[in-house]
C-alpha cells in the first residue's frame, strides 16, 4: 500500500474554517460542502466508520463522499483510510497541512476522492483499529 505526504502554503490551510487540534474533511473541493465552507466534518481523536458521521449543517454522510481535507493540528498526523476502521490504502496530512482536491493526482497514488470511510490522528490508530 502506498503512502504520500502532500502540503500547501500557510495561507491555504488559512483560509479554511477547520477549527484549531482538529482535521477536517468537505464533500466538495476547495473546502467546500454544498457551497459552504462552514459544512464540514471534524475529528479531534478518531472516527473508525465515516457512515456514521455526517457533514455539520446537512443530512449527508461523510462516508465515501469527501473531496478536500485540512489538518490544523499543530504537532500530530492525521490519517485517512478507505476502509472503515483504519484499514486498506490510506494517506496522511502532517500538522498544518490541506489538500484542496483529492481528484488532482494527490494524494495519490490511490484516487481517494469519495472513498474515504475511516480517519485517526496517529496516537489513535490503535483505537481505531479495534
Known amino acids: ?3 504520500v505526504m502532500v502540503g500547501l502554503t500557510a ?3 488559512s483560509a479554511t474554517t477547520c477549527t484549531d487540534n482538529r482535521a477536517c474533511l468537505w464533500e466538495d473541493y476547495d ?3 454544498n457551497g459552504v465552507q462552514a ?3 471534524q475529528f479531534q481523536m478518531w472516527a473508525p466508520r465515516l457512515s456514521q458521521h455526517y457533514y455539520s449543517g446537512t443530512s449527508l454522510t461523510v462516508n465515501d463522499k469527501s ?3 485540512h489538518n490544523n493540528d499543530n504537532t500530530r498526523t492525521a490519517y485517512f483510510y ?3 476502521d483504519c484499514t486498506g490504502y490510506w494517506f496522511q496530512k502532517p500538522p498544518n497541512s490541506t489538500d ?3 481528484n488532482n493526482g494527490s494524494p495519490g497514488p490511490q ?3 469519495d472513498e474515504l470511510s475511516a480517519v485517526a490522528f496517529g496516537s489513535y490508530l490503535d483505537e481505531c483499529k479495534a
Do not use: E, I, W
Request: proline share 4%; charged share 10%.
Open 39 to 41: 459544512n464540514r466534518f
Open 111 to 113: 484516487n481517494f476522492n
Open 1 to 3: 500500500m502506498g503512502l
Open 100 to 102: 484542496t482536491n483529492f
Open 82 to 84: 478507505m476502509d472503515p
Open 31 to 33: 473546502f467546500m460542502t
Open 67 to 69: 473531496s478536500s481535507a
Open 11 to 13: 495561507d491555504a490551510a
